[in-house]
């Protein structure tokens, strides 16, 4: 028997080198290494083939909220499947559809009370670009030079084009640069640990958004809108906005005529200590796009939510063109609606938001003891999403060359030590299921810290052997 095991993972392995491509990975590194082939899951751990356990430090990748196999979520999926896997919402409608609808606008913030589906977060913000667009075509009084955009530097907005070319990420933009829309401004996103002014609060909320204004003044009536991750910027490193920039940036867009989008894929759904990142400011946006923990980790589902204002301006008949023509084979799934409104469900049992915002402060207590590590240059927080930079010099903030690394061999020697993570360049990135005990939460934050223990003594090493 156990020989049996050692063949079909090592078939497997080879199978996975030869026929994946796999996203965000150079494939040419990949398949020099043994691929970790994970079987199951059971709450804030996966399981490996040979049946090793890990915690799942990224929630597999910033969706799983409520641990793996749910049972609620479980039974919703099953029960679903006795009724329907699939049917399309083009010219039909469907229960799970309209409760999820129903529940998504109870929840969301103010004046937000139309939901178009779709299935992944590209495609939810692809949606409220082209909403903003058209809207401003079609709206009591049409704008229809108004068809910019602004973002923050550093932003990801997804990997479609249109989201690709709201984002301040050169190395995921340049060999696409020939697609990229024209017309987008991108503004510096405010920093508050790179700033070099100490400044009172009214103060610096004020020189943080001036970029914004300065160009809404020159550019508002040909910008759309603005698209933001509000509270924190996840792709760039965990980096959050200082207080009250989110609310600065919607008195400057209602100021201007320009739409606010809010971009809380990332955000949503919990993982800053609030249903939706915008709650810490009281934001009401105009468009918003959610996805990644909407279904709990389970299935693919996204949506973008819109105001009445927007939506009654798709309104007329038939000739008249108004119709917004977009749309997926999925949107909707029914499956997935199931999944999401297991969810919320337990949300509500199992008093979800009020135990991360309890056990938020042990977090951070916990990342306190990686303060004094000489390798841990910053450390930022929003509720369960975590940034730890690795520098060279604490004291001087200097970063690692690119090629050394450090962020990429750090969590392999967290992945031998249990935990599962990713790093963004020498940035690493902790985002826990949001029901990750105490307990788990210590263990994650010690195996990092052990981690970037064991790779500095591994470069002495290297570097003394080259002595």
């Known amino acids: 028997m156990p020989k049996k095991s050692t063949l079909s993972r090592q078939q497997l392995q080879h199978d996975a080198r030869t026929y994946i ?59 679903q499947l006795k009724n329907i896997a699939h049917t399309t919402l083009l010219g039909l409608s469907h229960p799970p559809a309209i409760h999820l609808a129903k529940a998504l606008v109870r929840l969301a913030p103010k004046g937000l009370h139309k939901v178009f589906f779709s299935d992944n977060g590209s495609t939810a913000v692809e949606i409220a670009l082209k909403m903003a667009i058209q809207y401003w075509q ?25 989201g690709m070319s709201l984002s301040g990420i050169e190395l995921f933009q340049k060999p696409f640069s020939s697609l990229l829309f024209p017309g987008r401004h991108q503004i510096e996103a405010p920093y508050c640990y790179r700033c070099p002014v100490d400044l009172q609060f009214p103060q610096c909320q004020l020189a943080c958004s001036e970029p914004l204004e300065t160009l809404l003044q020159k550019k508002h009536e040909e910008i759309a809108g603005v698209l933001v991750e509000p ?17 600065r940036l919607q008195e400057l867009c209602r100021k201007y005529q320009v739409l606010l989008i809010a971009d809380e894929v990332a955000t949503g759904f919990g993982r800053t200590g609030r249903m939706f990142a915008c709650e810490h400011e009281s934001v009401s946006p105009d468009i918003m796009a959610i996805a990644k923990g909407m279904t709990g980790g389970y299935l693919p589902l996204a949506a973008t939510l819109a105001t009445d204002e927007i939506y009654s301006a798709f309104l007329g008949g038939p000739h008249e063109g108004k119709t917004f023509f977009h749309g997926h084979s999925y949107t909707g799934n029914p499956l997935g609606c199931a999944a999401a409104l297991a969810n919320l469900s337990i949300f509500k049992t199992e008093r979800t938001l009020s135990k991360v915002q309890r056990r938020t402060p042990k977090l951070s207590s916990f990342l306190n003891t990686l303060a004094d590590d000489p390798w841990v240059g910053d450390i930022r927080q929003c509720g369960y999403m975590v940034g730890i ?16 690394r450090i962020g990429h061999r750090v969590t392999l020697a967290a992945r031998a030590l249990g935990l599962l993570i990713r790093p963004i360049g020498n940035t690493i990135i902790l985002m826990p299921p949001l029901s990750s005990t105490l307990e788990e939460l210590k263990q994650m934050v010690d195996i990092i810290k052990v981690a970037i223990g064991v790779v500095r003594a591994s470069i002495s090493s290297e570097h003394m052997s080259t002595q």
């Not at 924190?232 to 609310?247: D, F, K, M």
């Open 21 to 79: 491509w796999h996203p965000f990975t150079q494939m040419q590194e990949w398949e020099q290494q043994a691929p970790l082939l994970i079987t199951r899951g059971k709450g804030a751990r996966l399981y490996d083939i040979d049946g090793n356990a890990y915690l799942d430090g990224t929630s597999s990748i910033w969706v799983n909220l409520h641990g793996h196999r749910h049972p609620t979520i479980d039974l919703a999926i099953r029960n």
């Open 138 to 162: 079609q709206c009591p009084n049409p704008q229809p030079r108004k068809t910019q955009f602004v973002h923050l530097g550093l932003a990801y907005h997804g990997d479609t084009v249109g």
């Open 231 to 247: 509270m924190v910027q996840g792709v760039a490193g965990l980096l959050p906005s200082p207080p009250g920039y989110l609310r």
């Open 389 to 404: 930079e690795l520098v060279q010099r604490q004291h001087t903030k200097d970063p690692f060359p690119v090629l050394h």
